[in-house]
């Protein structure tokens, strides 16, 4: 995408960023959707979070964690759609500044990732279970929703106004108002005069028919907008918006954002394949973690990260920055990255043969080097096939070996790869088919 303007380019450029979800659910251990999912007392719950004190909390070593992961980017939740806020808002005293802890957790946690080098989003729940206004909507109680509207354009303003210099804003739980009820094109307007370099996710809000760009390429999902926003955000899975920039959010768990007791947690080289995979299809990943209710990192997110870290630090070249590499069948065996003139193979399954064949590279190969260790590999490139020679019979790391091709312009493939079977015109196969009868 040569397109993006030069103050977005930071973005693809870091491809893997931390999610932090957070707030006074994770001292319920139950994830940050429990007062809604186990429909609590909202007296009792609110009352719990006011005395909520997680002084466990140090932004400095979160921000650590995420460094030596290789993220380069961070989003914690400022509110969620609890109506807690982490910051020291003038909108209400629900607030982390205002009871128990005394603390601005976010004004701390900006501070530390910034010195860390790392950017800074903050993600802003428009919802808020707390407020009856909220779940009746505009319909049904136009002043209660237009006050409770003005209050998330106030609190959007403050965040936007008192902390520096914010690079991402991601906006949540627009359901079920659309954009125009929450009037998020006043909302982005002060968000681009506010910080004009900001990167706006796609979540402000259902945009109505008549609203929508028209033949626009993104599909709309619940509560997600085609036309706002600067990114895409699909949400579980990882899939290419075409035309604009994208980001998945995963959780590095089986299930929940927020804290919760007895999780599972995704080995290191699944989370690397969700990293791997986005950079193959040009894009980032938001990997989630949710702190416990002191507010310490779960030491299975520490270890996991860590690991990911020292894998970047060898084979990074193939994420930062990196292009859509899909260029030929690769699947058997992993997955490609594209940079410039380089194809990066970056191997999931290591099977300890000496050799290995890509298929459909029309691309000059001019070196092929085994980034996981240095070393140089003899190929014979004939017509289609490239094989790459030499590859030690044990794998060269736990996680993913990477193999450099430097190649003599940028990667293609040769017509009959182009497309996957399931793409393209399959008549193109007429002549292959034919030549065995
Ligand atoms: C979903 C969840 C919410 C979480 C968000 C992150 O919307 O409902 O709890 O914060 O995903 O993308």
Known sequence: MSTIPEKWKWFPEARFGLFIHWGPYAALERGEQVLFREHLDQREYAQRACAWNPRGFDA?????????????????????????????????????????????????????????????????????????????????????????????????????????????????????????????????????????????????????????????????????????????????????????????????????????????????????????????????????VGPDGDGVLPPEFVTRAAAIGDWLRVHGEAIYGSEPGEVCEFVTRGRSVARGNCLYLIIRFWDGRDSLTLAGLDTPVRAATLLTTGQALEFVQEGDDLTLLGLPAAPPTDLFPVIRLECAGPPRPADWAADRLWQGDPRRMTAWARAGS
């Open 60 to 288: 400095r070593a979160w921000a650590r964690v995420a460094r030596e992961a290789g993220m380069r980017y961070a989003v914690m939740t400022t509110r969620h759609h609890d109506g807690y806020c982490l910051w020291d808002t003038a909108a209400t005293d629900y607030s982390s500044a205002a009871r128990a802890p005394g603390r601005d957790f976010i004004g701390e946690y900006l501070e530390a990732f910034r010195a860390e080098g790392l950017r800074v989003g903050l993600y802003y729940s428009l919802a808020d279970w707390r407020i009856p206004a909220y779940w009746e909507g505009p319909e049904h109680d136009p002043s209660g929703f237009a006050a409770f509207r003005d209050t998330v354009h106030a609190q959007v303003r403050e965040l936007l106004s008192n902390y520096g210099k914010i690079d991402v804003i991601w906006f949540d739980g627009a359901w079920p108002h659309s954009a125009a009820q929450w009037r998020a094109h006043e909302l982005v307007e002060m968000m681009r005069a506010l910080q004009p370099d900001i990167l706006i996710n796609n979540r402000l809000g259902k945009v109505d028919a008549a609203d929508r760009v028209a033949g626009g390429p993104i599909a709309e999902g619940v509560g997600h907008s085609a036309s706002l926003g600067d990114f895409g955000t699909p949400e579980h899975h990882i899939t290419a918006e075409p035309g604009r920039l994208w980001e998945s959010c995963q959780v590095s768990t089986w299930r929940l954002w927020g804290y919760a007791r007895g999780e599972r947690w995704r080995p290191a080289d699944v989370l690397l394949d969700m990293l791997v995979e986005a950079a193959s299809k040009g894009g980032n990943l938001l990997l989630n």
